[in-house]
């Protein structure tokens, strides 16, 4: 079975550019999450969808920050302008509502230089 | 909010046991997750707890004290490939959906 795909793996830009990031959730999965991870913050939730409405965004650090979840199968995590302390791995995951257990993908490895 | 307690680190040797702790304050609760990410990889579920008691799968046991807001995560038989982050996280039902609340994780290195 797929699991969640994100693209891209890696991305290294300059301060200031916009950074977009995409995720595919498990099929089927009807709840989306971004996270963010940081050796000093830990993991964090920024957003989470629900049948692709936005439920919660009071993770989202400030406007910079935007996501959208246009259909089932598809979500961006866009960052514009993008700074140096935006340097992360962040994370989708995905869920059944009445699931136990969150799908994470293998993460967007993000710097701005 | 939550509030999520756990060591930031710990060694151990191989074949050994380590019992990996996690404390929590939260205004609400409903179950207890235990997730491993080795580096540079992705978090991964290991384990949950909504009662209070053991839950035992293989070499990885979780415990839940609701009433003490405490858990830990014991692991058996430790092999190399265990040296991973392992991650506590609690699920907030006030939302009424699957989020949850990451602890920072704990690092853990065995060592030969």
């Known amino acids: 079975d797929a699991g969640v795909i994100q693209s891209p793996r890696h991305e290294v830009t300059e301060m200031g550019q916009e950074v977009t990031l995409r995720c595919k959730p498990i099929s089927g999965h009807n709840s989306l999450f971004w996270y963010r991870q940081t050796m000093m913050r830990g993991l964090e939730l920024l957003i989470y969808f629900n049948n692709n409405v936005p439920i919660d965004d009071s993770g989202m650090p400030e406007d910079r920050f935007s996501a959208k979840m246009p259909n089932a199968s598809f979500s961006t995590l866009k960052i514009q302008p993008s700074e140096p302390r935006d340097s992360a791995v962040y994370f989708c995951?995905?869920?059944?509502?009445?699931?136990?257990?969150?799908?994470f993908g293998e993460g967007s490895w993000l710097t701005v230089v | 909010g939550q509030n999520i307690d756990q060591p930031t680190e710990m060694t151990a040797t191989e074949g050994a046991i380590v019992q990996i702790n996690c404390t929590y304050q939260t205004s609400g609760f409903n179950g207890l997750f235990w997730y491993q990410q080795h580096a540079g990889e992705a978090p991964t579920f290991l384990s949950y707890?909504?009662?209070?008691g053991l839950e035992e799968k293989g070499r990885f046991s979780s415990f839940l004290s609701r009433s003490k807001g405490y858990s830990y995560l014991l692991l058996k038989e430790l092999q190399m490939k265990d040296s991973a982050s392992y991650l506590c996280?609690?699920?907030?039902?006030?939302?009424?959906?699957?989020?949850?609340?990451f602890g920072k994780g704990t690092m853990l290195l065995v060592s030969p």
């Open positions: 995951a995905s869920t059944l509502n009445s699931g136990n257990t969150i799908y």
């Open positions: 707890n909504v009662l209070d």
């Open positions: 996280a609690v699920r907030d039902p006030g939302s009424g959906y699957s989020t949850l609340t």
